[in-house]
């Protein structure tokens, strides 16, 4: 049973082990609805060990569960904990279920995950259901493919609770770009509650004092971002040996390693980028958004929340996606390649250094993502303020935006 309150409360799962992703879509989108409702709070669940660098908007805060990390071989571990791996997740599923229990939220949104991480979240999820909160899963734009998506979801058993718990699962993107579930047979009930919201929109924060931004931002650069890092060695390889190979490309570069990159090859990207006249190099910014708004282009791996930022602040990029362990970020580039709104470089792992270097030249003469007309294409947060505001009370519905459900 829903309690009756003065206020409005929604609780967000991010599963975040490694990497940024996960965090900083629910970060978004937890600013954003505090925006929209005066009486709202939000609560982000979260393992992943650097939350805390991040600047929250007031109403919006988090609890960290202990971390844990994913091993070569597929299996978990704890991150910092000398825990048995069982001891850990029985101690995350516990705080998750007594958070959830103290904080009574209105809505859940459950990021990527539909039973959490190892199942931890099902409990929660039986407790809130009972309750009647309403439950969302949410969906990036692409997951994976579908021959590698079936299975590990049938592995987690997903669907059972995407039929038992979930009354809506939000797209954060569009059916013309990709249907993250495609090709994975669906009970129709479970493809009905499926709703498209568009990607969602990112600008520079104008709350408190502005974001310092390293001394090459004062002048046309180029951003270069690998988004947490783990994987982003190639890409920062490639790019140093296109500026090493013709140091006249077009514009200076600034690299943002990311903080999850191994700290011998940080150290040795720094030493390079170092000896260069116009490269330099970062290991985090916790306004990555601030440094897109000024960058004259951008170069990325297209992971889901630099692919919104480029769209959103209107930046000309070269995506260099990953195929390993997901094609995630190779879906979602290649199918904007196609309609025009980015460029993409296969990384066929030899990084000849000519290679990118004409692709860095060519970037200025590509054309804006604002040339290409997609309708719908950034109403992504709109539509999830509307999509809620029939749960939260007493806040008003806001204005209405497209939304694209499955029938």
Not at 153 to 176: C, H, M, N, S, T
Not at 250 to 268: N, T
Not at 376 to 405: D, F, K, Y
């Amino acid at each position: 049973m829903r309690l009756r309150r003065n206020d409005g409360r929604i609780l967000i799962y991010s599963h975040d082990s490694f990497g940024l992703g996960h965090l900083r879509r629910c970060r978004a989108i937890a600013h954003s609805l505090v925006e929209n409702f005066k009486q709202l709070s939000v609560l982000i669940l979260s393992g992943s060990p650097i939350i805390g660098s991040f600047d929250f908007r007031a109403r919006v805060d988090f609890v960290r569960v202990p971390g844990v990390i994913k091993l070569r071989n597929g299996e978990y571990t704890s991150l910092n904990l000398h825990l048995d791996i069982r001891e850990t997740m029985s101690m995350r599923a516990s705080i998750m279920q007594h958070t959830a229990e103290e904080f009574a939220p209105d809505v859940f949104i459950v990021d990527k995950e539909p039973v959490g991480l190892r199942g931890e979240l099902l409990q929660t999820l039986k407790t809130l259901k009972r309750r009647g909160t309403r439950i969302i899963l949410g969906l990036r734009d692409v997951m994976d493919e579908p021959r590698l998506l079936e299975p590990e979801w049938q592995r987690k058993k997903a669907l059972p609770a995407l039929r038992e718990f979930y009354d809506e699962i939000w797209v954060y993107g569009l059916p013309q770009i990709c249907d993250p579930l495609e090709g994975i047979v669906l009970p129709e009930t479970v493809r009905k509650k499926m709703v498209y919201t568009g990607y969602l929109h990112r600008e520079v924060s104008s709350q408190g004092a502005p974001p310092r931004l390293p001394e090459m931002a004062n002048r046309p650069f180029l951003l270069v971002t690998t988004g947490g890092g783990g994987d982003g060695e190639g890409l920062v390889e490639w790019v140093l040996r296109a500026y090493e190979h013709d140091p006249l490309l077009p514009y200076p570069a600034l690299l943002v390693l990311g903080p999850f990159m191994q700290a011998e090859r940080q150290a040795e990207f720094m030493d390079r980028a170092a000896k260069l006249k116009r490269v330099d190099a970062i290991t985090f910014h916790g306004h990555l958004e601030a440094l897109v708004a000024r960058a004259a282009g951008v170069v990325a791996m297209g992971g889901y929340n630099t692919f919104c930022e480029v769209l959103s602040l209107d930046k000309r990029a070269l995506i260099v996606p990953r195929t390993k362990p997901r094609l995630e970020q190779f879906i979602r580039a290649s199918r904007a390649a196609e309609i025009g709104l980015v460029s993409m470089l296969s990384d066929d792992g030899t990084h000849d250094p000519a290679v990118m270097a004409a692709a860095l030249r060519a970037l200025p003469r590509q054309q804006r993502p604002s040339d290409v007309v997609v309708p719908g294409l950034l109403e992504g947060l709109t539509n999830v303020s509307r999509l809620v505001a029939p749960w939260i009370e007493p806040a008003q519905m806001p204005a209405r935006a497209s939304v694209a459900r499955i029938r």
